[in-house]
């Protein structure tokens, strides 16, 4: 028979065990509504925000320009390119901004997907070498990103409609022949996706491309959270399987450009913390592409391959493009594409 300190002992244990569980359900429950970090809700990298840093710092900046500058760049005008206003209505009704600069009717287009955490605004440069190179340029704000309307953004089948819809509207336009995407981190993942399920893309330039996305958020999680990224990981992991309605194990690059077999630009720098060069080379080993190149910048972070090498840099990326593809028309594909 129990001794009434017994009960009591045991009394105490049950209701500690159930307080523990208690406080690690609404922990769990709670954790959704803060720990959503830029990784679904990104920053807005916009004229306003470029204002309010150059503000900030006491000094004027531009994003992405080789050098120092004394001028902060807005759009394609302020560095002497003609260009149009390029929005697109996605299937869900939301508008996407960006900006299309023409260098001619046959020449071939480049569209560029940006980076998490990025806007059209980070590639003002690249759209001026690529323009001076002979290739018209889209550069599009991604849902939830720059000018764009969205507040949520992730990979997976919501971002390849969205270019879809992009690519819809290029290929109505007079002159457009063939379409070459420019992606960097997750803007590499949602084009190889692209040129997977699309099927439209005539040449791929994956800059910073990463392996896998289940690896790409548990690095991430590392460098968010550090030490307490194992309390966080698991419900960022399980909010996002259920925005991109499929496994994160799924969304492996590897294994999907494997089915690809565009020409395949891999740039990649040697130094990036962000997504190591091994993961951007076993996308590049992988490709099905029997055109493919990889192009390694030494002592390259994820953030500065642009501004670290400069005008070999651009000269790798339009003389892929060019001696790729022909600027001459495939006129059997524009006039189905008319017909849609």
Known sequence: MKTETES???????????????????????????IFPDLIYPVRIDSLYVKYEAERNSEIISLDLPGKSSQVFYN???????YENFNIKTVDGLTLKGWYVEA?????TLLIIHDLNQSKLNYLNLMKQMHDR???????????????EGEEFSPGMIAVADIKA??????????????????????????????????????????????SFSDYVANYSKRKWGSMAFLFHAVLEREL?????????????????????TPTLVISGSDDEIIPSMESYAVFDSSAAREKKLYLVRNGRHDNIEQLDGEDYYNCIAEFILNTVPRKSKETRFKKLASE
């Not at 457009?176 to 791929?204: K, Q, Y």
């Open 134 to 148: 002979g290739l018209n340029v889209c550069g599009v704000d991604m849902r939830g990103h720059g000018n764009s």
């Open 166 to 211: 992009i690519f819809d509207s290029l290929l109505k336009k007079t002159g457009t022949n063939h379409i070459a995407v420019f992606g960097v981190g997750i803007g590499a993942a949602v084009a190889i996706e692209c040129a997977s399920f699309d099927g439209r893309s005539d040449v791929l330039i994956l800059q910073s491309p990463f392996g």
């Open 241 to 261: 399987e259920q925005r991109l309605q499929y496994d994160l194990q799924d969304l492996d690059l590897s294994e999907i450009i494997k089915y690809v077999n």
């Open 76 to 82: 394609p005008a302020s560095l002497g390119m003609k």
């Open 8 to 34: 009591v002992s045991q009394n105490k244990l049950f209701y500690a065990i159930a307080s523990l569980l208690l406080l690690t359900a609404a922990f769990i429950f709670l954790c959704r509504f803060f």
């Open 104 to 108: 001619g009717e046959d020449a071939n």
